[in-house]
């Protein structure tokens, strides 16, 4: 599997951008899949930021980003995008896209669950 994540960019604090992750070489829905993001400040570990189950469509968000980001998937093109509203300073960071087949065994929140992983887009977000 291979993900390309895209979207990425600068903003002013307030706006908005949408990331878009695509996989290649899988077909997810056939598959206990869960698609998300993570991010990773400069200096501080990779973040959980939500995820989204294949089948079902469950979606799980981090508290910080809660109500402002918005995770959705389209069957048909294989992507997961994440829309990002109300930008914050503290939402800079590199964007992965990762996933996992199978389902979780643990806590979505842990990247150690995923086994694949996209190459990262900067959101760069100035106050």
């Known amino acids: 599997v291979q993900l390309q994540a895209s979207g990425g960019g600068s903003v002013q604090a307030g706006g908005s951008l949408r990331l878009s992750c695509e996989a290649f070489g899988h077909t997810f829905n056939k598959y206990r899949a869960v698609i998300g993001w993570f991010r990773q400040a400069p200096g501080k570990e990779r973040e959980f930021v939500a995820t989204?189950?294949?089948?079902?469509?469950?979606?799980h968000y981090a508290d910080s980003v809660k109500g402002r980001f918005t995770i959705s998937r389209d069957n048909a093109k294989l992507t997961v995008d994440l829309q990002m509203n109300r930008l914050t300073h503290d939402d800079t960071a590199v964007y992965y896209c990762t996933a996992v087949t199978g389902g979780i065994s643990g806590t979505i929140r842990s990247p150690s669950e995923y086994n694949y992983w996209g190459q990262g887009t900067q959101v760069t977000v100035s106050s």
């Open positions: 989204i189950e294949w089948y079902g469509g469950s979606t």
